[in-house]
């Protein structure tokens, strides 16, 4: 007889030692059993259709792999428990058992393996106790068994459904041995070289690379047998019609295994298309160079008899001309230089799109410069009633090498953008300094206007050809969408940059900044008013920029500047000066103000002895006609 307690602590200790994963330990586990129950040998058989097939065993003289005779396996495969012996010998014994306990293990769908406890000798007897024991372990194995089995199938079914990925890839997949041949290849393979599977597995892979890429095939497939991975790499492989495709390598060495799994995408029309977008580019790189040039010719022999119409409409314009002449004449000039304006910027446009555009540094002075600028600008804001302001920062460098015509003809396209545009207000053109260090400097132009302004999303195409921000049917202002082009393209060439700020209705602020080496044998050169040391100078200017520019040039220069807006509250400064015995020196004096304009405050102020002796100068903008003093007024 069998104790149960004993048998369940059997039981437990069974399962607690057994090693997991169960696979290395079934034969312990037997044992285990075997000892329990005080029998020769236990056995676990595993079902095969209608057949036992031993998997394990303790104490048995059969081998794994051995088939329970079918005297045995057709009672246990219908899951019934026997417990007597029969005649018949067991394999496990070699002999027929005196004591015997069979149990079925059932699985998800039936009996799936069976576990036998069989002995010689007659006692002790395999009573209920050892049927329940044997019963528990059985189950206890059957989970395991299941489990095993759901993995075998899920691993089979991922096989599966990676073979199938593998066929069906559109790139080429291959598996190779470090013995140099191929394993595997998907059908994208054969498909794309035209050789069978066959060819393809039973000749050494590097026979069908292209004889001109063998070598550095054999050296990327020694580096992935070292152990390293191949990302991108290019060659050509022989097809069976005996041309080549380029194909693109991805590949990755298990030195544990021996293999080399490898991925290759046909690039061969990809470069194809390619070549042909290279000669198209070549095409029509070639016809934009014709192009250019044909225009910069064409420019340049329509510029010469535009040059003879302004020229000779010029001197028409000083000879005596009925008022219905002069206006003709005037329309001729005007028409002339707009379409002189359009030649001038279609030829630079052609040159810079012909690459035949050179940047010529040279020393030059950035102040004249500047003055060249306002002399041509300034009629044209005359004309319009807006002030035109002109600023070089007394830190600023004035003596500079660089190509100053290209720099003149950028401020001028800027700033004649701005007078175009703007009604009423001003254009300031301001030049500062951003740094200096080593003989070089980096200076910042800003052309900035109160005009009508740009939307943020105009903004983006300002600089493109072509391109006019005004292009409705009531578009107002002239212009062939060059000019902002054009810039940017001379202040890259330049090395510099171009930006804008703007907003609708709230004016527009262009900027570019240039590298520009320092003229140093001129350098030194410093422009003084006078050696005096300090004196007081009043400026008059109902404009806060040209008050601002002015007390900035005036502090340069070592005077002692005061600004003021209006004629009352410069007489009322003149005054306080004089009664106090602090006089000021010189007065400079806006032309053309709001209330007390210049003139008059000259007049007032040459009429009151008590500050007429003041040195007085009258600021007139270019473009305006200067007013004269009345004779009893001047001269003192």
């Known amino acids: 007889?069998?104790?149960?307690?004993?048998?369940l602590h059997r039981l437990t200790a069974v399962i607690a030692g057994a090693p997991a994963p169960l696979d290395s330990g079934l034969e312990g586990a037997l044992a285990a059993v075997a000892?329990?129950?005080q029998v020769k040998a236990v056995v676990l058989s595993e079902r095969h259709g209608d057949a036992l097939v031993i998997v394990a065993a303790a104490g048995a003289v059969c081998a794994r792999g051995e088939v329970v005779p079918a005297a045995w396996a057709e009672r246990l495969v219908g899951a019934a428990a026997v417990d007597a012996p029969f005649g018949a010998q067991h394999p496990a014994l070699g002999a027929a058992p005196r004591r015997y306990l069979g149990v079925a293990i059932a699985g998800e769908q039936g009996p799936i393996a069976a576990i036998e406890a069989l002995d010689r000798e007659a006692a002790p007897a395999l009573d209920a106790a050892a049927a329940d024991f044997v019963a528990a372990v059985g189950a206890w194995l059957g989970g395991h068994m299941v489990s095993a089995r759901r993995r075998i199938r899920e691993v089979d079914d991922a096989v599966a459904a990676t073979e199938h990925f593998f066929e069906l890839a559109p790139d080429m997949l291959c598996v190779a041995g470090f013995d140099g041949y191929f394993h595997n290849v998907n059908t994208a393979f054969e498909r794309t070289l035209g050789h069978s599977r066959e060819d393809l597995l039973s000749r050494p892979l590097l026979e069908f690379v292209h004889p001109d890429d063998v070598d550095d095939a054999r050296s990327q497939f020694e580096a992935l047998v070292l152990g390293g991975q191949v990302v991108h790499f290019e060659d050509r492989l022989l097809t069976a019609d005996g041309g080549a495709r380029w194909v693109q390598w991805n590949a990755i060495a298990v030195p544990e295994s021996g293999v080399i799994y490898a991925a290759a995408r046909d690039l061969s029309e990809r470069r194809e298309s390619v070549a042909v977008l290279q000669q198209a580019r070549i095409a029509a790189e070639a016809a934009v160079r014709a192009k250019s040039e044909f225009l910069a010719r064409v420019s340049h022999e329509i510029r010469t008899p535009m040059n003879g119409v302004i020229g000779m409409t010029g001197l028409l314009l000083d000879t005596r001309l009925s008022a219905a002449q002069r206006e003709y004449a005037e329309t001729i000039r005007k028409s002339a230089s707009a379409l002189l304006t359009l030649i001038n910027d279609i030829l630079d446009f052609s040159k810079i799109e012909a690459g035949k555009l050179a940047i010529e540094p040279v020393s030059f002075d950035l102040a004249l410069t500047l003055d060249e600028v306002t002399d041509l600008l300034a009629p044209r804001a005359a004309e319009r009633g807006i002030e035109l302001i002109v600023h070089l920062a007394p830190a600023a460098p004035r003596h500079l090498i660089g190509d100053a015509g290209r720099i003149r003809q950028v401020l001028l396209n800027l700033a004649d953008n701005a007078i175009k545009f703007t009604d009423h207000g001003h254009v300031f053109v301001n030049v500062?300094?951003?740094?200096?260090e080593d003989g070089a400097a980096r200076l910042r132009f800003?052309?900035?206007?109160?005009?009508?302004?740009?939307?943020?999303?105009?903004?983006?195409?300002?600089?493109e050809p072509f391109f006019q921000a005004d292009t409705g049917s009531t578009r107002r202002h002239g212009g062939t969408g060059l000019g902002l082009a054009i810039c940017r393209q001379l202040v890259h060439l330049m090395g510099g940059v171009i930006s804008v700020e703007s907003s609708q209705g709230r004016g527009s602020t262009f900027t570019f900044t240039l590298p520009l080496a320092i003229d140093g044998a001129r350098a030194g050169e410093v422009r003084r008013v006078s050696d005096a040391p300090g004196p007081r100078v009043l400026v008059v200017d109902d404009h806060r920029l040209n008050r601002w520019m002015l007390r900035e040039q005036l502090e340069a220069l070592g005077a002692a500047p005061t600004v003021c807006r209006g004629g009352e509250e410069a007489l009322r400064l003149l005054r306080e000066a004089a009664a106090s015995g602090d006089e000021f020196k010189m007065a400079l004096l806006d032309q053309v103000m709001p209330g007390i304009d210049g003139v008059e405050l000259a007049r007032v102020i040459r009429d009151d002895p008590a500050i007429a002796r003041v040195t007085l100068v009258l600021m007139i903008a270019l473009g305006q006609r200067p007013s004269r003093l009345a004779p009893e007024s001047r001269g003192r």
Do not use: K, N, R, Y
């Open 1 to 7: 007889m069998h104790d149960p307690q004993e048998l």
């Open 432 to 436: 500062s300094c951003v740094e200096q």
């Open 35 to 37: 000892a329990a129950l």
């Open 446 to 463: 800003a052309v900035h206007d109160t005009g009508i302004g740009v939307s943020a999303a105009v903004q983006e195409q300002l600089f």
